[in-house]
């Protein structure tokens, strides 16, 4: 194979990787946006030195989004292999 053939062939795995690497980077965006919420939520239950039921339901359904996010990631990854 000459270099023309190398590169074009360097080329198009370069090109066939972009939609999965783009699709990591959302997936990984959104593990950030459920963390940040995350932190919100324990934050302001934290606030006034009492958890309520309604705080801790609220603190466990975000970390179980991070949970979910985290999962989605990993799985888009292994599938990128």
Same mark, same amino acid.
């Given at each position: 194979?000459?270099?023309? =053939?190398?590169? =074009?062939?360097?080329f %198009?795995? $370069?090109? =066939?990787l972009?939609p +999965? $690497?783009?699709?990591?980077?959302?997936? $990984?965006?959104? +593990?950030?946006k459920? %963390?940040?919420?995350? @932190?919100?939520a324990?934050?302001?239950? @934290? /606030?006034? =030195?009492? @958890?309520s039921?309604? /705080?801790?339901?609220?603190?466990? %359904? /975000? $970390?179980?989004?991070?949970?979910?996010a985290?999962?989605?990631?990993r799985?888009?990854?292994?599938?990128?292999?």
């Amino acid at each position: 194979m000459d270099i023309i =053939g190398i590169i =074009g062939t360097v080329f %198009s795995v $370069a090109v =066939g990787l972009i939609p +999965v $690497a783009v699709v990591i980077i959302k997936k $990984a965006g959104k +593990v950030a946006k459920e %963390s940040g919420e995350l @932190l919100v939520a324990v934050s302001k239950a @934290l /606030e006034d =030195g009492k @958890l309520s039921g309604d /705080e801790i339901r609220t603190v466990i %359904s /975000e $970390a179980k989004d991070v949970g979910t996010a985290v999962m989605d990631v990993r799985n888009k990854t292994v599938t990128a292999k």
